[in-house]
């Protein structure tokens, strides 16, 4: 399936400090209007699909990628920000920038191999504890890239795209970081991965994605 995706990038006067969470929580206090932006309900109550607004912190740099709806919204908004606040600290706006493209999201007939740029959250408190009783890296693996394959079909349903075929998945060099989520610690996985599947890079897999986890690129694309 065609899909819309939308890459807003701001350059501010000094290297953002502080997670993408507090960059999510600005918007979400600026534009609470907008649902897509902060992914809640009336009375708090979430709204369980894929996140059509994701946002990211990379070496120190601040994006936002909008999908389908959500990158209409940021075409909305983007006249309206000339700061960030990032928990405590603000930040000028020095350049804003927007790419809107057309992208596939589909299953491939070739192999893709993806590289992870922030930690990938896989398992949730069943599965982790399922993870760590696993005693070879082989066992953990074959797990994972069972995850890795729900969390693509999870993401396929929401967009409401039905997978035709079987979804193959290889893991490569993964390792675990440590990391947090909302101050809780938490299991994280970079490295890379191979699968049948065409995913546009900056898209986020897995848990919280809204939040920069899970961020990946093609292996081998200009970008």
Same mark, same amino acid.
């Not at 389908?68 to 919204?73: F, K, S, T």
């Not at 993964?174 to 995913?199: A, C, D, H, R, Y």
């Given at each position: 399936?065609?899909?819309?995706? *939308?890459?807003?990038?701001?350059?501010?006067?000094?290297?953002?400090?502080?997670?993408?969470?507090?960059?999510?929580?600005?918007?979400?206090?600026?534009?609470?209007?907008?649902?897509?932006? &902060?992914? &809640?309900?009336?009375?708090?109550? *979430?709204?369980? !699909?894929?996140?059509?607004?994701?946002?990211?912190?990379?070496?120190?740099?601040?994006?936002?990628?909008?999908?389908?709806?959500?990158?209409?919204?940021?075409?909305?908004?983007?006249?309206?920000?000339? &700061?960030?606040?990032?928990?405590?600290?603000?930040?000028?706006?020095?350049? /804003?920038?927007?790419?809107?493209?057309?992208?596939?999201?589909?299953?491939?007939?070739?192999?893709? @191999?993806?590289?992870?740029?922030?930690?990938?959250?896989?398992?949730?408190? /069943?599965?982790?504890?399922?993870?760590?009783?696993?005693?070879?890296?082989? !066992?953990? !693996?074959?797990?994972?890239? !069972?995850?890795?394959?729900?969390?693509?079909?999870?993401?396929? /349903? %929401? *967009?409401?795209? @039905?997978?035709?075929?079987?979804?193959?998945?290889?893991?490569?060099?993964?390792?675990?970081?440590?990391?947090?989520?909302?101050?809780?610690?938490? *299991?994280?996985?970079?490295?890379?991965?191979?699968?049948?599947?065409?995913?546009?890079?900056?898209?986020?897999?897995?848990?919280?994605? %809204?939040?920069?986890?899970?961020?990946?690129?093609?292996?081998? %694309?200009?970008?």
């Amino acid at each position: 399936m065609k899909v819309k995706t *939308l890459i807003f990038r701001f350059t501010c006067d000094e290297s953002i400090k502080g997670s993408a969470d507090k960059l999510r929580g600005f918007f979400a206090d600026k534009f609470g209007e907008y649902t897509l932006i &902060h992914q &809640h309900l009336n009375d708090n109550e *979430l709204l369980y !699909k894929a996140p059509l607004i994701q946002y990211k912190i990379l070496d120190g740099k601040p994006f936002i990628l909008g999908i389908n709806e959500g990158a209409d919204i940021l075409q909305q908004i983007h006249e309206d920000i000339n &700061h960030l606040k990032i928990g405590n600290v603000k930040y000028q706006i020095k350049e /804003k920038n927007i790419v809107l493209k057309t992208d596939y999201f589909r299953l491939a007939g070739n192999s893709n @191999t993806y590289s992870l740029l922030t930690p990938w959250l896989a398992l949730n408190e /069943k599965n982790y504890e399922q993870y760590q009783k696993l005693g070879t890296w082989a !066992k953990k !693996k074959e797990l994972l890239e !069972k995850i890795l394959i729900g969390n693509i079909i999870s993401m396929s /349903k %929401s *967009l409401g795209y @039905t997978v035709p075929e079987p979804i193959e998945v290889t893991i490569g060099n993964l390792k675990e970081v440590q990391t947090k989520l909302k101050g809780i610690p938490m *299991l994280g996985f970079l490295g890379t991965f191979s699968v049948n599947f065409q995913i546009p890079d900056y898209w986020g897999i897995g848990k919280s994605v %809204s939040r920069g986890f899970g961020t990946i690129v093609k292996v081998g %694309s200009n970008k």
